[in-house]
């Protein structure tokens, strides 16, 4: 699935090979990954999906489906009310990154971030641009290839 101005999404259990206008986003691989909170959602990080709190109030992560945050720049006011909205104090060092390269912070202390784009942010912003289907999905398939780089 793809929004712009907020993030892609992908790793459907069902969505290898899935044909054309087919709905995604529902399958699973049958186990959750317990939730670790607290990076913020800049521009490129990469994030667990998971189930809606009304089913999933401990916030355990989806075992397949991710998300690359895409965003948008973010005021000073902006933050200002998402510090008051969720009881969030950013350093100032964050406070610049989402100012500077943008994110998602109403995001922020409700998914897993677990990792960072680190090269091709413009690529982020090439695949949110895609048209797409009612339901978010892209009107061609944009199969996705991650490396993953240790440090």
């Known amino acids: ?13 069902e969505s290898r090979n899935a044909k054309q206008g087919v709905v995604l986003g529902g399958g699973d691989i049958g186990y959750t990954i317990d939730a670790e909170i607290g990076i913020p959602h800049f521009k490129g990080m990469l994030a667990a999906a998971r189930k809606a709190d009304n089913v999933n109030p401990s916030k355990a992560s989806s075992g397949s489906q991710f ?13 200002d009310l998402m510090e008051n909205q969720k009881g969030i104090k950013y350093t100032a060092a964050q406070r610049d990154k989402y100012i500077r390269l943008g994110g998602a912070p109403d995001l922020d202390q409700e998914y897993t971030v677990f990792g960072e784009v680190i090269e091709g942010l413009d690529v982020i912003d090439k695949i949110a641009a895609a048209s797409t289907d009612p339901q978010d999905r892209p009107l061609k398939n944009i ?3 991650i490396r993953v780089a240790k440090q």
């Open 1 to 13: 699935r793809v929004i712009n101005g907020f993030m892609i999404q992908g790793g459907d259990a």
């Open 67 to 79: 998300y690359i945050v895409q965003g948008r720049r973010m005021s000073k006011e902006i933050l």
């Open 143 to 145: 199969p996705m290839k």
